[in-house]
């Protein structure tokens, strides 16, 4: 079985999460409850950095995704007009962003959390830059139902 | 989106909205920081009706706990599924208190 569809959203943060809850929905036969927990918090996570960092918050701008399902994986990519994002920003994001020390108040993240979180939460992660277009792809391997 | 109610001499911040989110994050800040300003400094966040947050909600909140200061308390209330999983991604869970619900919360906190 594969399957794919694309939605697209103007670059407006009050319409991420009607997107969110759609692509959860068509995975939902797909993957476990904390799997689409993880891939509806990489979306959200990757269309917010397009908005605020990409197009610097400005709306009427587009934002595409595509979802790839298959027997195997979920292929969510995500798919922007906006000035790429340098290549390093993807590459140090990592789990060591939570690595701080919770008694120095001051010390605690605010923000620059989401790359980090989606790489912590999908399987694989790329980003590619071609002309003027961005794509981040990312895959949730499907986890077998145990008999 | 947040409605109070103060026990104990608790405040106790229920949140109203479904998600949290980039839309959500920067009203829900200057909400809690009205009521921080206001001279609370014991505060229990009950978010049983949240779903889903992300992580400029969970920014919001830090920065609230930073407004808050070392000598006030914001504990967590009622937080399950997706929303209580990026408090432990994030090992945010070092950093608020997790209660399973608003009473043992206020309990904990006016102790």
């Known amino acids: 079985m594969v399957s794919s569809i694309s939605l697209s959203i103007d670059s ?53 995704v595509a979802v790839g399902l298959q027997a195997d994986q979920v292929v969510i990519e995500v798919i922007d007009h906006a000035p790429p994002m340098p290549a390093q920003v993807l590459d140090t994001a990592s789990e060591d962003r939570f690595d701080f020390d919770e008694t120095d108040l001051d010390g605690i993240p605010e923000g620059g959390m989401g790359l980090a979180l989606i790489r912590m939460n999908m399987d694989e992660v790329e980003y590619h830059s071609s002309g003027s277009e961005n794509r981040l792809r990312m895959v949730k391997r499907v986890v077998p139902l145990s008999e | ?24 994050a920067p009203a829900f800040k200057d909400e809690m920081t009205r009521c921080i300003d206001a001279g609370q400094n014991q505060i229990v966040l009950d978010m049983s009706q949240v779903d889903f947050i992300d992580s400029s909600g969970l920014g919001a909140l830090v920065s609230c706990l930073k407004r808050l200061g070392p000598r006030g308390s914001l504990a967590v209330a009622g937080a399950t599924g997706a929303v209580s999983r990026l408090f432990t991604l994030t090992r945010m869970d070092r950093v608020f208190a997790l209660h399973p619900n608003v009473d043992t919360a206020v309990e904990q906190l006016s102790a």
């Open chain 2, 1 to 24: 989106m947040l409605s109070t109610d103060l026990r104990d001499n608790v405040l106790v911040v229920r949140v109203e909205e479904k998600r949290i989110d980039a839309s959500k």
């Open chain 1, 12 to 64: 407006d943060l009050d319409k991420v999460s009607l997107l969110a809850r759609a692509v959860r929905a068509l995975c939902q036969d797909l993957l476990s409850s904390d799997d689409q927990d993880a891939v509806e918090l990489s979306l959200v996570e990757a269309i917010n950095n397009v908005i605020k960092h990409g197009y610097h918050g400005e709306r009427g701008k587009d934002v595409q």
